[in-house]
């Protein structure tokens, strides 16, 4: 099993939908959760820390449940601009940073 | 602020060739890591410096990858004899500051490079 999952996608979508993506991981003493994006062949970059409490960034909203452990990624009104693959991702102090595999969101004009 | 710089973007050699990965991490970020993903799979980590030290190496491979980063500065990643299987796209990480930090610090990717082995 992998210590960090998500949904397998793609996830298509028509602009101004709203999107939510998935994630579990396994190893109960991951301190830290980020998702990440990535473009087609470019480098994963930050979209946002995951706070215990829940945080929101315009039109991304990250949650997470550490007794389920689970994170979680809705994004509202989508756009054009915001396809790309989102990566979850959970730190363990000792263990570094541990990479789900990827959910591919295509939104559609 | 300059990003993390990773050469070359591309790299294509012969198995059982020599080849060598650099990184220039963000300027004051002690933490540098090296990164695999290889075709339809996640990406894994492989090492892990803080400064010129070796934190984690336990993600390489092989013997046959070396990493380097002297000075604490910009970190070489070798790949001797390079094999088929080496093929994918090598990301370069850093962050700032510890990552025992509660909310823990981000890492900061550059482009990669992409390396095929044929």
């Known amino acids: 099993r992998k210590e960090v999952e998500q949904d397998p996608g793609p996830f298509n979508v028509p602009e101004g939908a709203t999107v939510a993506f998935n994630c579990t991981y396994s190893?109960?003493?991951?301190?830290?959760f980020f998702w990440y994006r990535q473009d087609c062949r470019k480098e994963p970059k930050l979209l946002m820390s995951v706070y215990s409490s829940g945080n929101e960034d315009g039109r991304f909203t990250a949650q997470l449940n550490r007794a389920s452990q689970y994170i979680s990624l809705l994004i509202r009104d989508s756009k054009l601009s915001d396809s790309a693959t989102y990566l979850c991702?959970?730190?363990?102090?000792?263990?570094?940073?541990?990479f789900g595999p990827g959910t591919r969101l295509s939104v559609l004009p | 602020e300059a990003g993390v710089t990773q050469f070359p973007s591309h790299s294509v050699i012969e198995k059982g060739q020599t080849v060598t990965l650099r990184c220039d991490p963000i300027?004051?970020?002690?933490?540098l890591y090296w990164y695999r993903r290889v075709m339809g799979k996640e990406i894994k980590f492989l090492l892990h410096f803080v400064k010129e030290s070796k934190q984690d190496e336990s993600g390489m491979p092989n013997n046959r990858f070396l990493a380097e980063r002297t000075g604490g500065t910009y970190s070489t990643l070798k790949v001797q004899p390079a094999e088929l299987e080496d093929s994918g796209v090598y990301f370069c990480?850093?962050?700032?500051?510890?990552?025992?930090?509660?909310?823990?610090?981000?890492?900061?990717f550059g482009n990669g490079t992409r390396l095929t082995v044929t």
């Open positions: 990480a850093s962050s700032q500051a510890h990552p025992m930090r509660p909310r823990g610090s981000p890492l900061h």
């Open positions: 190893n109960s003493a991951s301190q830290s």
């Open positions: 300027s004051g970020h002690d933490n």
């Open positions: 991702v959970a730190y363990n102090y000792g263990q570094n940073f541990v």
